[in-house]
T-cell receptor, first 113, second 114 residues
């Protein structure tokens, strides 16, 4: 049973389209994150949610809208996709009592054409 | 501001040789420190972590890391590298106060040759 699962694994789309990536964790963690990994493999935080509440938004364009329907799910919707959005997006989760160890999903590779 | 520096972008080692990947961090206090590994097309897997106590920590797959406060370093080592260790390695720091995002270094790509 995968601890943090993301769908889809690959996403190829045209500029201007709207797309969503879904993430689910079955670890019972309170906090979930979205990270972006660029073409040079650099990982940077985008959003952080704790118990469904947005905690951190790292100056991400408002075309990106995370939604957490419950603490086990954190989805990422992207409007009006641009070429520069092409990246690998990782979902992660953590629990404070575990010392902030973050468990990552397998990633979603987004290619905007 | 927190930051992590991994000075080596790419390292090549022979199978069976020893390995050391460097990591330096900048943080106001003693952070939580992590090493993650990313195999091609995969997510990030935790290799090991340092929170407090013994400064030499053991991880999975035969890896270990040593925290040196005076040098703000947390270098990863393995005595004998296997071909399956070829991957991207990331050092990260996190706040010890709870659920906060990790700050990652830019990664070191490890290649293993026969």
């Amino acid at each position: 049973d995968t601890a943090v699962s993301q769908t889809p694994k690959y996403l190829v789309t045209q500029m201007g389209n709207d797309k969503s990536i879904k993430c689910e964790q079955n670890l019972g963690h309170d906090t979930m994150y979205w990270y972006k990994q660029d073409s040079k493999k650099f990982l940077k935080i985008m959003f952080s949610y704790n118990n469904k509440e947005l905690i951190i938004n790292e100056t991400v364009p408002n075309r990106f809208s995370p939604k957490s329907p419950d603490k086990a799910h954190l989805n990422l919707h992207i409007n009006s996709l641009e070429l520069g959005d092409s990246a690998v997006y990782f979902c992660a989760s953590s629990q404070a009592r575990e010392g902030n160890i973050q468990y990552f999903g397998a990633g979603t590779r987004l290619s905007v054409l | 501001a927190q930051s992590v520096t991994q000075p080596d972008i790419h390292i090549t080692v022979s199978e069976g040789a020893s390995l050391e990947l460097r990591c330096n961090y900048s943080y106001g206090a003693t952070p939580y420190l992590f090493w993650y590994v990313q195999s091609p097309g995969q997510g990030l897997q935790l290799l090991l972590k340092y929170f407090s106590g013994d400064t030499l920590v053991q991880g999975i797959k035969g890896f270990e890391a040593e925290f040196k406060r005076s040098q703000s370093s947390f270098n990863l080592r393995k005595p004998s590298v296997h071909w399956s260790d070829a991957a991207e390695y990331f050092c990260a720091v996190g706040a010890p106060t709870g659920n906060t995002p990790l700050v990652f270094g830019k990664g070191t790509r490890l290649s293993v040759i026969a």
